[in-house]
Antibody, heavy 119, light 113 residues
Framework: EVQLVESGGGLVQPGGSLRLSCVAS????????MSWVRQAPGKGLEWVAN????????YYVDSVKGRFTISRDNAKNSLYLQLNSLRAEDTAVYYC????????????WGQGTLVTVSS | DIVMTQSPDSLAVSLGERATINCKSS????????????LAWYQQKPGQPPKLLIY???TRESGVPDRFSGSGSGTDFTLTFTSLQAEDVAVYYC?????????FGPGTKVEIK
C-alpha cells in the first residue's frame, strides 16, 4: 500500500524557516517524480514544486522561487521542502504527492502538514 | 501559465439527480503527439486530501464509481455525476498537467438540495 506521511509543520513567525518532510512507503520511491501541493485555509489547491527521480531537476511556482527548496533522499525514501523567508500568504496545509506513471497528476497524497505563518 | 476556470462555483443537487461541473482551460491541453487531453479531476472532502477521480479527461481511476464520468477535449471539459449520492458531497477540482506549471481550477462545491 502506498503511503506518504508528512511532518514538520507548525507555527512560525514571518521571515522564519521550516523544513517539511515526507516519508514514502509501498512503492519504489526513486522511480517517481514527486511534488508538494498546498492549500490555504478555505481555499483551493496550488502546486508548489516538483522534483525529478534523481533530484537533477526542480520546478517551482513563481511565488516561492528563491525562498523554497525541494529535495529528496532516495536512500531514506524521503522528500523535503525547505521553506525560508516565510510570509503570511504561505500559511497552508502542505501535501506531498506522487506523480502517476504517465504524468503529473496525483493518485497518491499524504494527509498534509499545516504551516501557519503569524506573529 | 494555463489558467483553469470552473463553473458553477457551487451546486445543490437532489439525491439521485444528475449533475455537471464544467472546467475550461485558457489554452488547449490536447496533445497532438498522442491525442490525449492532459486533464484530471479530483474530489476533496473536508479534512481529507484530494482523491483522484479521472485522468486523461475521461479515464476513471481504479475504484471510482461509474456514476462519475469525464468528457471534453481541447479547452472545455465536464465532470458528470449520473446519480448524486450523499457521499458525493465535496469540492471538485480540475487540474491540467499539459505543461509546467500544472494548475488547478478554483473548485466547485457540491451539496445536497
Amino acid at each position: 500500500e502506498v503511503q506518504l506521511v508528512e511532518s514538520g509543520g507548525g507555527l512560525v513567525q514571518p521571515g522564519g524557516s521550516l523544513r517539511l518532510s515526507c516519508v514514502a512507503s509501498g512503492f519504489t520511491f526513486s522511480a517517481y517524480w514527486m511534488s508538494w501541493v498546498r492549500q490555504a485555509p478555505g481555499k483551493g489547491l496550488e502546486w508548489v514544486a516538483n522534483i525529478k527521480q534523481d533530484g537533477s531537476e526542480e520546478y517551482y511556482v513563481d511565488s516561492v522561487k528563491g525562498r523554497f527548496t525541494i529535495s529528496r533522499d532516495n536512500a531514506k525514501n524521503s522528500l523535503y521542502l525547505q521553506l525560508n523567508s516565510l510570509r503570511a500568504e504561505d500559511t497552508a496545509v502542505y501535501y506531498c504527492a506522487r506523480w502517476c506513471d504517465s504524468g503529473s497528476y496525483y493518485a497518491y497524497w499524504g494527509q498534509g502538514t499545516l504551516v501557519t505563518v503569524s506573529s | 501559465d494555463i489558467v483553469m476556470t470552473q463553473s458553477p462555483d457551487s451546486l445543490a443537487v437532489s439525491l439521485g439527480e444528475r449533475a455537471t461541473i464544467n472546467c475550461k482551460s485558457s489554452q488547449s491541453v490536447l496533445s497532438s503527439s498522442n491525442n490525449k487531453n492532459y486533464l484530471a479531476w479530483y474530489q476533496q472532502k473536508p479534512g481529507q486530501p484530494p482523491k483522484l477521480l479521472i485522468y486523461w479527461a475521461s479515464t476513471r481511476e481504479s475504484g471510482v464509481p461509474d456514476r462519475f464520468s469525464g468528457s471534453g477535449s481541447g479547452t472545455d471539459f465536464t465532470l458528470t455525476f449520473t446519480s448524486l449520492q450523499a457521499e458525493d458531497v465535496a469540492v471538485y477540482y480540475c487540474q491540467h498537467y499539459y505543461i509546467h506549471p500544472p494548475t488547478f481550477g478554483p473548485g466547485t462545491k457540491v451539496e445536497i438540495k
